[in-house]
């Protein structure tokens, strides 16, 4: 492990100018900056805040890997399943001064299904997948514009705008394009550092504007710190989960039951009305000029 | 070096929750079809497919206030992950967010669908703030992923500029692009 004296070095200086700042962490909230009711400011701790800050509401809160690993960086689901527990018991293990944080973490195995996705109708599942064979949001195949081919991981969470209860997250691992790593040795790209940062997100912390903290927005190739939490980061999870929370018996159940397996793709139907993906700029274009007609934009709102 | 690392230290860290290689402004100008200077005017967010993962997206019709490198139309469509419909909401990690109203330096490209996104997703997204003497000046996207190599990133050079010095990094960058 180490931590770069530079980054260390200037992380004092900025404790120095920010002296009388009782907290670094910062939580997910429901702010959305394309949402008129729910803007997004930044508070005097830099960190994004606005509506209810995101957590899960119940004891537990399970998880699961796609069961075909990433044979392409040579990672088994069960060493994926391994690497990811460590990680999640970091933040379980955390100490919170008078016990540990109120959220367990139930791993629920295996699945099959492949795709990041939330079903308001029918069962979930937490899911950490690898990507080997294309990074779905990556580069034009027609050898246009890349749009994220970079990004190492994409974790994302779905909640109630109204309380910030989450309601399902899914962390996508873009091994198609990195050099995702489990060793100890020749490390690339440290899966358990990835999944730990990751597994704060899961929770509900955002990033830290402590350079020393695990939820810190940087990360060099071959750097294992992040495997650990710093006190920022334990921090940051005692105060989501703190210790004696009345949440009851842990029922890792995810909302509207467990599924290891995807839905069915939704029917095909009216454009507007029902989902389906613009097939290019032209039709995006076009949906844009009947929800103008419609009126739906200056009506954008939440339901009561 | 050590004020822009600095500068970047004490710049806020938002919402995002992905991690992503740093990705340098001479690529990030290379795999963008343009350059501009926007302001977001509106957004609608639905639920859509993009690449096969149904998820929430927002529509944002951006005015383009200046083009910066390349394109000519008054305004852009520019589709994000994430965002409101309903009751659900959905973050998603390290993707740029175009706060209505808010001017930013904007690299946009086409998704493997034909739609326009942010280049890099919140690497290729500088909102734009006036500092203390009235100059704007870029700042980095509020949910800027956790960067691997940072140092040499496109985001290290070019926030804390201005518009024109940014620009002339930019020019020097198409210049120099394959």
Not at chain 1, 20 to 25: I, R, S
Not at chain 2, 95 to 114: H, K, N, T, W, Y
Not at chain 2, 150 to 161: I, K, Y
Request: proline share 6%.
């Amino acid at each position: 492990m180490h931590r770069d004296p530079i980054r260390a070095a200037l992380a004092a200086l900025l404790v120095l100018t920010a002296a009388g700042t009782a907290q670094a962490y910062c939580r997910t909230t429901t702010c959305s900056a394309d949402d008129p009711d729910l803007p997004c400011t930044l508070d005097a701790n830099g960190c994004l805040s606005g509506g209810n800050p995101l957590y899960w509401s119940g004891a537990c809160v399970s998880f699961s890997v796609q069961k075909s690993g990433s044979p392409l960086r040579d990672i088994t689901a069960e060493a994926a399943d391994k690497v990811i527990s460590d990680g999640f018991s970091q933040w379980a293990s955390a100490d919170c001064g008078s016990g540990h944080p109120s959220i367990g973490l139930y791993d629920h195995g295996q699945v099959s299904c492949t795709k990041q996705e939330y079903n308001q109708k029918s069962g979930n599942a937490n899911i950490f997948m690898f990507r080997d064979t294309r990074w779905p949001y990556g580069a034009n195949t027609s050898g246009g514009a890349a749009t994220s081919a970079e990004t190492l991981a994409l974790t994302t969470i779905t909640y109630n705008i109204k309380t910030g209860e989450i309601y399902d997250a899914d962390v996508e691992i873009n091994s198609h394009d990195n050099d995702i790593t489990i060793s100890d040795k020749n490390v690339a790209a440290d899966l358990q550092s990835i999944v730990t940062h990751e597994g704060g997100h899961f929770l509900g912390l955002s990033h830290s504007p402590n350079a020393s903290a695990t939820m810190y927005a940087s990360y060099q190739y071959g750097d294992t710190s992040l495997r650990s939490l710093s006190q920022d980061d334990v921090d940051g999870i005692c105060a989501i989960y703190p210790p004696g929370r009345d949440v009851g018996a842990c029922n890792p159940t995810p909302r509207h039951g467990y599924s290891s397996t995807c839905a069915p793709p939704p029917k095909s139907g009216c454009r507007v009305g029902a989902p389906g993906a613009p097939t290019g700029p032209r039709d995006a274009e076009a949906l844009w000029g009947v929800l103008f007609a419609l009126g739906l934009l200056a009506r954008r709102r939440r339901p009561a | 070096m050590l004020a822009a690392s600095l500068l970047a230290l004490m710049l806020p860290r938002g919402a995002g929750a992905s991690v992503a290689r740093a990705v340098t402004l001479a690529q990030l100008v290379a795999r963008s079809e343009q350059v501009v200077v926007g302001t977001p005017l509106e957004a609608h967010a639905r639920w859509e497919s993009p690449g096969g993962q149904r998820r929430i997206v927002t529509y944002t019709r951006v005015r383009v206030d200046a083009a910066i490198d390349g394109g000519g139309q008054s305004e852009l469509l520019v589709r994000t992950l994430g965002g409101h419909v309903g009751d659900i909401g959905q973050v998603v990690s390290g993707e740029a967010v175009l706060s209505i109203g808010q001017p930013a330096l904007i690299f946009v490209g086409r998704s493997a669908d034909g739609v326009l996104a942010v280049t890099a997703m919140a690497q290729g997204h500088f909102p734009l703030r006036r500092d203390g003497h009235g100059t704007l000046r870029l700042r980095p996207s509020p949910r800027l992923a956790n960067l691997v190599g940072a140092q040499h990133s496109a985001v290290q050079r070019l926030v804390g500029r201005s518009v024109p010095e940014a620009e002339q990094l930019i020019a020097v960058a198409h210049s120099h692009a394959p």
